[in-house]
């Protein structure tokens, strides 16, 4: 077998590994959003197929890069990818986890803003705003071009910060929940993690909500450090308060599907950017 062949059918590999990942986490999210909150996504099935057809072509491109550098890793020592426990401190594991999480956050944080430039968004990012609301399908989906942009971060990282296989797989863990979890349109998470002190520098679905119902600012991934630092944090919202408004307009008769959500992120797009 010659080497393009191998790290070719490495990447079909990884693009199927990520597209199972994919409809695994986010149908078990979504599953569990039609028992905790029925309803949520009445009406937005048109939606969640789109979603769910952007997000499979994202897992494609999502799993070239990574195909590549799995081969590489495993039959050409490319990576600082390791196996062995004691090659660095045990205390290195949970710390090369955290710098993968700010690498990545801080990479993201940027990408995703210049994404909100007219042009950029017009081209791209507009894809992942017509989710209106976002459902837990719409993690991954993107535009190619933003799809390009978030499947090089981790594999350039393991170019330059060693990192445990074991520990990358957490990597890959916190960044799949995180990705499904911001979009599913209400809290899974307890409220010392969004409403006490750690969530004032966690984002979690009250943060990420926000910047798609405004679309101007709450930029982050992880962490709302270069919110905050930029000016661009936007604080939280109050699903509880934004499921008795839908509950209420259903019952006067809106359209379902229709309700806080989707009336703020229309307004947020009529604003601009």
Known sequence: MTVAIAILLSAVAMSAIVGVRYLIVSGAFAMATRVRHPGLYAGLDPQIRREIGWSLASAAIYGVPAGVIAWGWQNRGWTLIYNDLHAFPLWYLPLSVLLYLMAHDTWFYWTHRWMHLPRPFRIAHAVHH????????????????????????????????????????????????????????????????????????????????????????????????????????????????????ARSKAVLGKAPGSGAHGDGAAAGGDAGL
Do not use: K
Request: hydrophobic share 50%.
């Open 130 to 245: 017509a989710s209106r609301p976002p459902t837990a399908w719409a993690a991954m989906a993107f535009h190619p071009i933003e799809a390009v942009t978030g499947a090089v971060a981790i594999p350039l990282l393991v170019f330059v910060i060693p990192i445990h296989a074991g520990a990358l797989a957490v990597v890959l863990a916190v960044m799949t929940l995180m990705g499904v979890t911001n979009h599913m349109g209400w809290e899974v998470f307890p409220a010392f993690m969004w409403r006490g002190r750690m969530g004032a520098w966690l984002i979690t679905a009250s943060h990420h909500q926000r910047h798609h119902e405004h679309y101007g600012g709450n930029y982050g991934l992880y962490f709302r450090f270069w919110d905050r630092l930029c000016g661009t944090d936007r604080g939280v919202g109050d699903f509880a308060r934004d499921h008795a408004r």
